[in-house]
């Protein structure tokens, strides 16, 4: 294989392998999405997103405790989430959510 196909061929899997915005794309989705979920459960005790797919932003993994969630189920809870970041859902490949209140 000459050079300049293999340089080709590396540049072409980088930017599948790294997203669309390279390198930074799975943590800037991250900040992305705790701003949302921030706004949203202004109360939270915590809100982590974590992306799970090795840095290119297909697979997140959230979890938020919040006082919000309070006689809501878990499918309930679960909605909430994925209305507030259904944008952001559409261009992954799966996402985890775990949800709770804060003990008392």
Not at 32 to 58: H, W, Y
Not at 65 to 93: C, S, W, Y
């Amino acid at each position: 294989m000459r050079k300049t196909t293999k340089t080709k061929v590396f540049q072409l899997l980088s930017r599948v392998w790294n997203g669309p915005n390279g390198a930074l794309a799975g943590k800037q989705a991250e900040q992305k999405m705790i701003s949302l979920l921030r706004n949203k459960f202004p109360k939270a005790q915590l809100i982590e997103v974590t992306d799970v797919s090795g840095g290119c932003g297909a697979m997140f993994e959230i979890n938020v405790i919040a006082p919000e969630f309070k006689g809501l189920n878990t499918v309930k809870q679960h909605r909430i989430i994925n209305e507030v970041l259904k944008e952001e859902i559409k261009d992954m490949h799966g996402i985890r959510i775990y949800t709770s209140i804060p003990d008392t």
